[in-house]
């Protein structure tokens, strides 16, 4: 079944895919965090939404997290779930001397930002919430990359290729991107899931020079832009 069955609208088969794999995934441990710290930083992202108005709690509610967030951690995770372009490199510099390492960060920017992205769009087809998973087993990997570096964001970073080496070339499909693509690459499997969501959402990202390429029906890649353009007016992105 898939996973906007209860939608009134049609949704694409591989976007329902990708957003219940994302989903899933919070069920298993992940680079810095184990599945149960991943799920409280999910069902936070969440309580804040519900705080603000932003979204509404699904009959029943979400379960209680099993592990609670330490202050800053849960700061950070409710500043970026309902105001991040409030959260500027003072809010960064903050929750580094508040205790979060870099890596932490980064994971928790990952993880707010496609939760942000599923709820949204379930708001926006109509359809409740869907429910967090469970927590699954298993430890972090706590694996960093040699090759990330400071570069020009808050965070270090993996350079593009030929710079970042193999493990860019890897991360980035052999092409170049910029820090918008770039700014999760500490923690590699964030960045995965951001250009998996991007593929599917946006468009195959070896296309995205190709100003006629044509992702969506119905929509030509200039309609798309537009779009785009004027969400990101109204959130204030600085990119």
């Given at each position: ?206 296309n995205i020079r190709i100003p006629d390429y044509q992702h969506h029906e119905g929509f030509s890649r200039s309609q798309v832009e537009i779009v ?12």
């Open positions: 079944m898939s996973f906007y069955a209860d939608s009134d609208y049609p949704v694409r088969q591989d976007l329902a895919d990708i957003h219940e794999a994302q989903m899933s995934q919070l069920s298993e441990p992940g680079t810095w965090g184990n599945s149960a710290q991943r799920i409280a930083i999910a069902a936070e992202a969440r309580r804040a939404a519900y705080d603000a108005g932003q979204l509404e709690a699904p009959d029943g509610g979400d379960p209680e997290p099993e592990v609670p967030l330490p202050g800053v951690a849960k700061g950070v995770v409710r500043k970026l779930a309902v105001s991040p372009r409030d959260f500027l490199e003072d809010s960064y510099r903050e929750a580094r001397d508040g205790g979060l390492s870099d890596e932490e960060y980064v994971e928790i920017v990952g993880i707010v930002s496609r939760m942000v992205d599923l709820d949204v769009f379930a708001r926006g087809i109509g359809v409740p919430l869907r429910p967090l998973p469970s927590p699954g087993p298993g430890e972090p990997s706590r694996v960093r990359l040699e090759t990330a570096k400071q570069e020009l964001a808050f965070v270090p970073t993996i350079p593009n290729p030929p710079e970042g080496g193999a493990e860019a070339a890897e991360l980035y499909g052999g092409h170049p991107m910029p820090y918008i693509m770039r700014a999760v690459s500490l923690v590699p499997d964030e960045c995965r899931r951001h250009v998996e969501l991007e593929q599917v959402q946006y468009l195959p990202l070896p785009a353009g004027r969400v990101s007016a109204l959130n204030e992105c600085f990119y």
